[in-house]
């Protein structure tokens, strides 16, 4: 069995451990003609685009239906195709910016990871599963600053700066408060 391979991307002979398998594995033809390296630069390339990186949100988001220690079940109810028309429809209303922060969001990785400003879904109520009513979508930093934060924790704080800053029910400030009467 030959031990090296010419990798067709970059051209460089290379030990054929650098090369991932085919699924299909048939004999002679069980080697992929790019190297890995090579391969992971493809694949840096197309995750980001817009496509590449939609495809692998959903992908990832679909994933956490999967029970593991660090997430809770949570199912999806929605195809690949209709999480694409959401996506449409939010940029379209929203444009390519986090519906939390304003802040412009992209598509390129970034070396902060979950504190960047790409793309990510976030479920409103964290209680509740994946479904088009449930997810919003925003940058992963806010995703991330906003946690495990419950609609009840939201009620409390508007309720307490409402409290703290004067404003009555109906949205105006009550001038009043906080000087002598």
Same mark, same amino acid.
């Given at each position: 069995?030959?031990?090296? $391979?010419?990798?067709?991307?970059?051209?460089?002979?290379?030990?054929? %451990?650098?090369?991932?398998? #085919?699924?299909?594995?048939? $004999?002679?033809?069980?080697?992929?003609? %790019?190297?890995?390296?090579?391969?992971?630069?493809?694949?840096?390339?197309?995750?980001?685009? =817009?496509?590449? &990186?939609? *495809?692998? @949100? +959903?992908?990832?988001? *679909?994933?956490?239906?999967?029970?593991?220690? #660090?997430?809770?079940?949570?199912? !999806?109810? &929605? /195809?690949?195709? =209709?999480?694409?028309?959401?996506?449409?429809?939010?940029? *379209?209303?929203?444009?390519? &910016?986090? +519906?939390? /922060?304003?802040?412009?969001?992209?598509? !390129?990785?970034?070396?902060?990871?979950?504190?960047?400003?790409?793309?990510?879904?976030?479920?409103?109520?964290?209680? @509740?599963?994946?479904?088009?009513?449930?997810? !919003?979508?925003?940058?992963? $930093?806010?995703? &991330?600053?906003?946690?495990?934060?419950?609609?009840?924790?939201? #009620? *409390?704080? @508007?309720? @307490?700066?409402?409290?703290?800053?004067?404003?009555?029910?109906?949205?105006?400030?009550? /001038?009043?408060?906080?000087?002598?009467?």
């Amino acid at each position: 069995m030959k031990k090296n $391979k010419k990798c067709s991307k970059c051209k460089i002979t290379k030990n054929i %451990i650098k090369f991932y398998l #085919r699924p299909e594995r048939r $004999k002679g033809k069980g080697i992929r003609s %790019i190297c890995k390296s090579c391969d992971a630069t493809r694949k840096s390339k197309y995750y980001s685009t =817009e496509d590449g &990186f939609m *495809k692998k @949100l +959903f992908s990832s988001t *679909k994933d956490r239906k999967v029970f593991s220690k #660090r997430h809770i079940s949570h199912s !999806i109810d &929605f /195809t690949r195709e =209709e999480f694409f028309e959401m996506w449409k429809e939010y940029k *379209k209303k929203y444009g390519m &910016f986090c +519906f939390y /922060t304003g802040i412009p969001i992209n598509f !390129i990785k970034s070396s902060e990871h979950i504190r960047g400003n790409q793309v990510s879904v976030d479920r409103i109520d964290n209680d @509740l599963d994946y479904t088009k009513n449930n997810i !919003i979508f925003c940058s992963s $930093k806010a995703n &991330f600053m906003k946690g495990s934060v419950t609609i009840d924790m939201c #009620r *409390k704080i @508007l309720a @307490l700066y409402e409290e703290r800053q004067g404003i009555d029910k109906n949205n105006k400030i009550d /001038t009043m408060k906080g000087h002598n009467q």
